[in-house]
């Protein structure tokens, strides 16, 4: 780290620490607006059983975690090997959980509503 | 980056752990590694939640109209705004500790001191937030019935506005004494009563003919089914077993109780993150302010705090979307 505390002087930091808050800030000030206008189109529509408005979010989210973990966390300052280790296990751990976890959610949701279960009262 | 170790004579002998492939200390990368399976464990609760929203995904509660409350405006429907806010509160105070973190970089003490005090700051009213959005919610709003089955019905009038309880449970003192342990039997204390009795709300509900239940299950529009008068009254006198409000670990009036299970859970773990967090930085913000790090030339101790820091930060941003607007 002391690297890059020699090459880049203090203003040029610190304007990337705002200009990434700033990043942050309206990425949150769109996500809390669609949450609560709602887009009907983005309701209505569908991609692989998530609603458009759901994608939104969750692409929204990834781009403030980006910001976070590579401007806040200076992880754009590590070595590659370290960023690699790092990012490349959690998201291959994470997908893989979250995948398996919904896919068998929705299973046992289709087993509830299609088949001889019959709704709890 | 190699101020505060000692040298070891091994520098530069590859197979002598002399060289740092990864060019960052023992510390850091620690911090790294940790900060890497505390997101594994923030994520095995994300996916759970997800695995039982996607089961239970045409009767889950809708988190807009859970959480609905603002401090000090009472009354008024502000569903996000706070947890908005909240989220704003915690982004700002990464930006705090991110700029001490520069600070630290520079030699500047005194920046140091100013921004960290600002993050514990930030850190406590997210922590203060949180507190009264758990009151809020262990309180209850308009109160529900639960069924035999375990289902909650909750009363809507003609225009699908939802009704509290006290709006309409038939009003007579029927209230019964609280079971404590030190009056009756010693050894057996009841859990709280709320302030109805089932018996209250059948009646107020069979009296007021405007009223109309609302099920747990989602229609076509992705809303709550509102039941006919008929059916209503059918379902409150044949199913209904008792009174709700509020929320805890068995009982919740917003619907299933595994959706409160994963509220106290979810935002009870990152809560415990957000507080561990200020500890810690308290006790690096007195070794900044007792000149340790200036002792040791290097405030890269800071560094590493700001990095659980952001770290929290990071799972909130998570939690916000999975939780709350998903």
């Given amino acids: ?121 | 980056m190699d101020t505060t170790l000692e040298k070891t004579g091994t520098e530069g002998k590859t197979w002598g752990g002399g060289n740092e492939p990864f060019k960052a200390s023992y510390g850091k990368l620690m911090m790294w590694f940790f900060i890497l399976s505390d997101a594994l464990t923030f994520s095995g609760f994300l996916a759970a939640y997800g695995f039982s929203r996607f089961k239970f995904s045409s009767e889950w509660p809708i988190a807009d109209e859970v959480f609905t409350h603002f401090p000090f405006l009472h009354g008024i429907e502000a569903p996000m705004y706070y947890v908005a806010l909240m989220t704003f509160i915690l982004i700002f105070s990464s930006v705090t500790m991110v700029l001490a973190v520069d600070a630290g970089h520079h030699m500047k003490k005194n920046k140091v001191v100013t921004y960290m005090a600002l993050t514990i700051l930030g850190g406590l009213v997210f922590l203060g937030s949180q507190a009264w959005e758990w009151k809020t919610f262990i309180k209850g709003d308009y109160g529900a019935v639960e069924t035999k089955g375990g289902n909650i019905l909750q009363f809507v009038d003609a225009d699908g506005e939802r009704v509290a309880l006290d709006e309409f449970a038939a009003d007579y003192n029927v209230a019964r004494e609280r079971q404590n342990k030190n009056e009756g039997l010693w050894y057996e204390t009841e859990s709280a009563l709320p302030d109805f009795t089932f018996k209250q709300v059948k009646e107020g509900f069979a009296e007021n003919e405007e009223l109309h239940i609302r099920t747990l299950k989602n229609n076509e529009e992705g809303e709550k089914t509102i039941l006919s008068r008929e059916a209503s009254l059918a379902k409150l006198n044949n199913q209904g077993k008792g009174v709700v409000q509020g929320a805890n670990l068995k009982h919740n009036e917003y619907g299933m109780p595994l959706f409160a299970d994963f509220f106290f859970f979810i935002t009870g773990f990152h809560g415990f993150h957000v507080f561990s967090g200020v500890l810690i930085l308290v006790i690096i913000f007195f070794n900044v302010l007792v000149n340790t790090y200036e002792k040791r030339k290097s405030y890269e101790m800071v560094e590493k705090v700001g990095l659980y820091w952001h770290f929290v930060d990071l799972v909130w941003v998570f939690v916000f979307t999975f939780f709350y607007l998903v």
């Fill in chain 1, 1 to 121: 780290m002391t690297d890059h505390a020699d090459t880049q002087d203090k203003s040029s930091a610190t304007k990337r620490i705002w200009y990434v808050f700033s990043i942050l800030s309206i990425v949150t000030i769109i996500e809390v607006a669609l949450g609560i206008v709602k887009p009907a189109f983005m309701i209505e529509n569908t991609l692989i059983d998530l609603h458009y408005l759901n994608w939104t979010f969750i692409i929204l989210t990834i781009v403030k975690a980006y910001y976070i973990t590579w401007a806040f966390m200076h992880m754009e300052h590590e070595t590659a090997g370290l960023r690699r280790s790092v990012v490349w296990t959690s998201v291959f751990l994470i997908i893989y959980l979250i995948a398996i976890l919904l896919i068998e959610g929705g299973y046992i949701q289709d087993v509830y509503s299609d088949s001889f279960i019959k709704w709890n009262l």
